[in-house]
């Protein structure tokens, strides 16, 4: 069968973490949301993505991803997955057949004398922090590569020299592509990901939640969509600053079912 779409499985997540008490870990909540779907069958459990963790544990990750965008998922603790009071009510207003109007990430702040301005990301701060974060890491790391940067000579690419923010070199010829994508172009972005991620174990976006939901509408439909992995900025400058939030930085990018 098709799987259940991601909205599908937000109410059930929140759900079986407030019966849990109000946290619990991934590896007990998967079977709990999966009997909220009984079409879900024993193949579709045993589907593997290309990197090589199941599909449907995935997508319940990236919907987990998505609450904690939203305020609904608290993502302080490792391994743990807590719902917030903007999750419960979420769940109050859901069983009232009520409308419940997420939250879409800060994007303003108020200033002296009543005045108003935007949140500002510096692009390049947070693609500094990123090749920081891959030295780190142990990996080769290269500040604005070209897309040949990552493909082998023999696949050259030649009609355009297209750049990446980051990029992290695992082993053998294989990637992790990283976009910091603040006022960019999505199409662009994809654009760009098409070219590398044959060679790319992720290709990592790094955006505002208010501009996540673009991006994933737009990757569903290509092949490199189960490679992708959203992180804001907060997560990026956070793991600077802090090894919790680098080792919560670095199982997200190459998820780790069992603690993410």
Do not use: C
């Amino acid at each position: 069968m098709t799987l259940p779409r991601q909205a599908d499985i937000e109410i059930p997540l929140l759900e079986e973490i407030e019966k849990a008490g109000g946290s619990a870990r991934p590896r007990d909540l998967y079977p709990r949301v999966t009997s909220y779907f009984p079409d879900i069958t024993a193949e579709d459990l045993r589907r593997i993505l290309p990197a090589g963790n199941p599909q449907w544990t995935n997508r319940i990750q990236w919907v987990r991803m998505k609450l904690v965008s939203n305020g609904e998922i608290d993502a302080s603790t490792r391994g743990v997955w807590s719902i917030t009071a903007r999750g419960r009510q979420r769940l109050r207003a859901s069983r009232d057949g009520m409308l419940y109007v997420p939250r879409q990430g800060r994007k303003k702040k108020v200033m002296s004398r009543g005045t108003v301005a935007p949140v500002k990301v510096d692009h390049d701060l947070v693609a500094r922090a990123l090749e920081k974060i891959g030295r780190a890491f142990g990996f080769e790391t290269l500040w604005k590569p070209k897309v040949n940067d990552l493909r082998p000579d023999r696949r050259a690419f030649k009609s355009k020299r297209k750049t990446l923010d980051v990029a992290w070199g695992i082993a053998n010829l294989t990637w992790v592509a990283i976009e910091v994508q603040v006022g960019g172009s999505v199409p662009d972005l994809i654009y760009r990901f098409q070219q590398v991620h044959q060679w790319s174990l992720r290709l990592v976006v790094v955006a505002v939640p208010s501009s996540q939901d673009e991006i994933l509408e737009t990757i569903r439909d290509y092949p490199f969509r189960d490679k992708v992995i959203l992180l804001s900025p907060d997560e990026v400058t956070a793991a600077t600053r802090s090894l919790d939030r680098l080792l919560d930085l670095r199982a997200k990018v190459f998820e780790e079912p069992s603690e993410a």
